[in-house]
């Protein structure tokens, strides 16, 4: 069974600029979630989807978005880049929303100039 | 203070030996407890998921978690240099929680077993 797949898994941009990162979950996950992983501020939490529909996200300002796909599949987008948005950007599929276990994806490493 | 803390190491053990790791947590909403596994340049693997109270086992390792205490551990019996790596815990709410589906993090702990 294929794992989580995300592309691409490097990102250089610059500053101001904007990025969509995407996200494939395992075959048959319903619940895709977004981390941020910086050596400072280990892994943090961004948002999580189930049917289409955010159902949580954590203490991130608005440039940071996401949306959920019919087929389970997710994006993030980070609008006018800043030079501390430079981290790991991991997802995480489950099955559903609760009680599942989160297997990770390898990530994208974005970098931020 | 962070709702859960982890000691940083790092930690250098020579093969074969015992490993404990920990985490602590303030946070007694957290019902399920999870330990991943994250080599360089990698994503997290999960490694052992709890949701109780006691010990868990899964080949050389073993999960404790003790919610009286809110306090978890790893243990990694016969360590093995492929085991270098970095080790975080993460804990969730109960379902009917808000924010279930939320994982929080430890800082991670960096391992090195040397042959």
């Known amino acids: 069974k294929a794992g989580v797949t995300q592309t691409p898994r490097y990102l250089i941009k610059t500053r101001g600029q904007q990025v969509t990162l995407s996200c494939s979950p395992i075959s048959g996950h319903r619940s895709v979630s977004w981390y941020q992983q910086t050596p400072g501020q280990g892994l943090q939490f961004l948002f999580e989807?189930?049917?289409?529909?955010?159902?949580n996200k954590g203490n991130f300002p608005g440039r940071f978005s996401g949306r959920q796909f019919s087929n389970s599949r997710s994006e993030m987008n980070v609008s006018t880049l800043e030079l501390g948005d430079s981290a790991l950007y991991l997802c995480a599929s489950s099955l559903t929303l609760a009680l599942d276990e989160q297997f990770f994806g390898p990530g994208t490493r974005l970098t931020v100039l | 203070q962070k709702e859960v803390e982890q000691d940083p190491g790092p930690l250098s053990v020579p093969e074969g030996a015992i490993v404990s790791l920990n985490c602590t947590y303030s946070?007694?909403?957290?019902?399920?407890f999870m330990w991943y596994r994250q080599y360089s340049r990698k994503g997290p693997e999960l490694l052992m998921y709890?949701?109780?109270?006691g010990n868990k086992e899964d080949g050389r390792f073993t999960a404790q978690v003790d919610k009286s205490s809110k306090y978890i551990s790893l243990f990694i019996r016969d360590s093995q240099p492929s085991d270098s790596a970095t080790y975080l815990c993460a804990m969730r709410v109960g379902a009917g929680g808000t924010s279930y589906g939320k994982l929080t993090f430890g800082q991670g702990t960096i391992l090195t077993v040397h042959p």
């Open positions: 709890t949701y109780s109270s």
């Open positions: 989807y189930f049917s289409e529909t955010q159902r």
């Open positions: 946070n007694s909403a957290f019902q399920y």
